[in-house]
């Protein structure tokens, strides 16, 4: 079997622990898949993605797929009795250039390997650019159950200087045909704070979203991450860094809008109009689930270990190629590294944390935070439960901090 890596500098071990594998069944299990490919490359995104000009003739579509399917057999002879995947996230990059067909052949790819639950959720992200009806037809023939669709800004300006190439009305449109193909679960990606971006510019973009009906949003505030065009432009002067209290008012007038409009927070970035909408792979994540992560630089977890695939898709690929494993690295967490992560993510969840996970220095911590209004006072002593504010969802990485000593 090829061989998984113990950890970042000695790539030796040929399977998990067994203590990694204890368990696996009884929490969510989730299948990511990376597609690396992008028609050209947005100024803020530090993801690994890569243009066909950045790869040349290194890497393709094809070997990437067989690439794909050679980690996935990997992952079903490394996880043994593996349980059928839950849920499954094809993300990127941008997954819609490999069209509808491309996609079908990556989905009967993790089904052949993991099969699939019967209610699983089944989401691809897409560029509205890069999808037609006939598109969003043939994946939902294909069996996937969601759509989530990057729109970033409704203002044409704003798209500029994020190097957006969609049009600002073909979120909508795209939702809409999405619709029409019997996609009941459907998101839109909003970026907020980006230099230039006026309070009605940011408006606009809630219109845009609540005139396309969709029963999901995410939204992010924009942040210059180092080796980005962005961040050149940021450092050279010509862009004003995103300021700290216009990224607060905005997030607040995102949650005022939506909330007025039935969709409500589940997690301090997300917003779905019922349980039912919610992202189920993304809550596996932040409820500490196990997940595989299939392609270039992807990331996955099983019951407290970590590792991650080697980045580009010409290596990535020849790897497995040769019987090896893409894995460039992997950590056994610490139990205390599973408690700062537990806080960290479950934290950020509307029905927040309980208590009885903290330490007992963080409960009465969070009896303080709570009477400073980061923390619904009444829950904290009446459920047992840490629950963010309104105005503890600002500050919820400085809370965390503080419930972790």
């Known amino acids: 079997m090829p061989a998984l890596p113990l950890e970042v500098t000695d790539p030796v071990d040929s399977a998990l622990p067994e203590t990694a594998l204890e368990g696996l069944g009884t929490r969510p299990f989730g299948v990511y898949v990376h597609v690396p490919f992008c028609a050209t490359r947005c100024g803020y995104c530090d993801f690994n993605t890569y243009t066909a000009g950045e790869l040349g003739s290194d890497s393709s579509p094809t070997s990437w797929l067989e690439g794909l399917r050679r980690e996935l057999d990997l992952a079903a002879g490394v996880l043994g009795t593996a349980p059928a995947a839950d849920t499954v996230f094809i993300g990127g990059g941008t997954p819609s250039l490999l069209g509808a067909d491309g996609l079908r052949s990556v989905l009967d790819a993790v089904r052949g390997a993991f099969g699939l639950a019967p209610d699983a959720e089944v989401t691809t992200e897409s560029n509205p650019e890069s999808t037609s009806p006939e598109f969003f037809a043939g994946i939902r023939d294909a069996g996937f159950t969601r759509v989530s669709l990057g729109m970033q800004s409704a203002a044409q300006h704003v798209l500029k200087i994020l190097d957006r190439v969609h049009t600002p009305g073909r979120p909508v449109a795209?939702?809409?045909?999405?619709?029409?193909?019997?996609?009941?679960?459907?998101?839109?990606?909003?970026?907020?704070g980006t230099p230039g971006e006026r309070?009605?510019?940011?408006?606009?973009?809630?219109?845009?979203?609540?005139?396309?009906?969709?029963?999901?949003?995410?939204?992010?505030?924009?942040?210059v991450e180092e080796g980005t065009a962005l961040a050149r432009k940021v450092r050279r002067g010509e862009l004003p860094a995103p300021d700290?209290?216009?990224?607060?008012?905005?997030?607040?007038?995102?949650?005022?809008?939506?909330?007025?409009?039935?969709?409500t927070w589940y997690e301090v970035s997300n917003w779905a109009s019922s349980?039912?909408?919610?992202?189920?792979?993304?809550?596996?994540?932040?409820?500490g689930g196990d997940w595989w992560g299939a392609g270039p630089g992807a990331h996955s977890h099983v019951g407290g270990v970590r590792w991650w695939n080697v980045k580009h898709p010409a290596k990535y690929?020849?790897?497995?190629?040769?019987?090896?494993?893409?894995?460039?690295g992997r950590e056994v967490l610490t139990e205390a590294d599973q408690h700062l992560e537990?806080?960290?993510?479950?934290?950020?969840l509307s029905e927040g944390l309980p208590l009885d996970a903290l330490t007992a220095e963080g409960v009465a911590e969070a009896r303080l935070v709570a009477k400073e209004g980061l923390l619904v006072e009444s829950l904290v002593d009446i459920q047992q439960r840490a629950v963010l504010t309104d105005r503890g969802r600002l500050l919820a990485d400085g809370v965390v901090r503080r419930l972790v000593p």
């Open 317 to 328: 690929a020849s790897l497995l190629a040769q019987g090896a494993s893409p894995a460039g």
């Open 342 to 348: 537990r806080v960290m993510l479950e934290l950020r």
């Open 244 to 263: 700290d209290d216009v990224l607060a008012a905005d997030y607040e007038l995102i949650d005022e809008v939506l909330a007025s409009a039935g969709l």
């Open 174 to 192: 795209a939702a809409g045909e999405a619709r029409a193909a019997g996609f009941e679960h459907i998101n839109l990606d909003v970026i907020y």
């Open 199 to 223: 309070v009605e510019d940011l408006r606009a973009s809630l219109d845009a979203v609540l005139a396309a009906g969709v029963d999901h949003v995410s939204a992010y505030a924009l942040i």
């Open 275 to 287: 349980e039912a909408a919610r992202c189920r792979h993304n809550v596996g994540y932040w409820r």
